[in-house]
C-alpha cells in the first residue's frame, strides 16, 4: 500500500539519467518535489505521460518545485529514452538494488517487477502532502498535480 499524505517521505539516493547521484533530501528547505513513479520507459502510457509533464515543464520545475521521474530501468536506458523524446528534468532509475525506492513508497508490484503509477507531492519540510496511485495502464492527470501544488 502507498505511503498517505501527511506521512514523512522516506528519503533515497539514486542515480539520474546522466549518471548523477540525487538525493530527496537534497531539496528540503528549498523546494517541493513532484515525486513520480512510472512503469518503463518506451512504453506508450509512460511516454505520454513524461512528454506532457515535458511540455509543462516550467510549472513542474521551478525556483520552488523540482520534478523527479522514477523508473525500474537503467540510467542508459533513461539516458536513450530521455534524449530521444527532448526530456530535460531528471529521470531517476531504481534498478538496483531493484525497487527499493519503488518498495519504500509503496509503489512497486511485486509481480511485475516494476513500480505502478505513483506520485507524490512533498512540501519543503520532506512531508507528502497529496498522492495519487494508478495502475499500469491509467494514466495519471496533470492539472490533478498543479491544483495539489497550489495548495501547499
Avoid at 547521484?21 to 505521460?49: H, I, Q
Avoid at 525556483?63 to 526530456?87: C, K, M, P, Y
Amino acid at each position: 500500500m502507498a505511503i498517505e499524505a501527511g506521512t514523512k517521505a522516506p528519503d533515497f539516493e539514486l542515480k539520474d539519467n546522466h549518471g548523477r547521484t540525487v538525493k530527496l533530501s537534497d531539496f528540503r528547505g528549498e523546494k517541493n518535489v513532484v515525486l513520480l513513479f512510472y512503469p518503463f520507459a518506451f512504453t506508450g502510457v509512460c511516454t505520454g505521460e513524461l512528454c506532457a509533464l515535458r511540455d509543462e515543464l516550467p510549472t513542474f520545475e521551478n525556483d520552488d518545485t523540482q520534478l523527479l521521474a522514477v523508473s525500474n530501468d537503467s540510467i542508459h536506458t533513461l539516458r536513450v529514452f530521455a534524449e530521444q523524446e527532448g526530456l530535460e528534468y531528471p529521470l531517476l532509475s531504481d534498478f538496483w538494488p531493484h525497487g527499493e525506492t519503488s518498495r519504500a513508497y509503496g509503489v512497486f508490484d511485486e509481480d511485475k517487477g516494476c513500480a505502478v503509477r505513483g506520485t507524490f507531492i512533498i512540501d519543503k519540510e520532506g512531508v507528502v502532502r497529496w498522492t495519487v496511485v494508478n495502475g499500469l495502464p491509467d494514466a495519471r492527470d496533470l492539472n490533478d498535480y498543479i491544483k495539489a501544488l497550489d495548495s501547499i
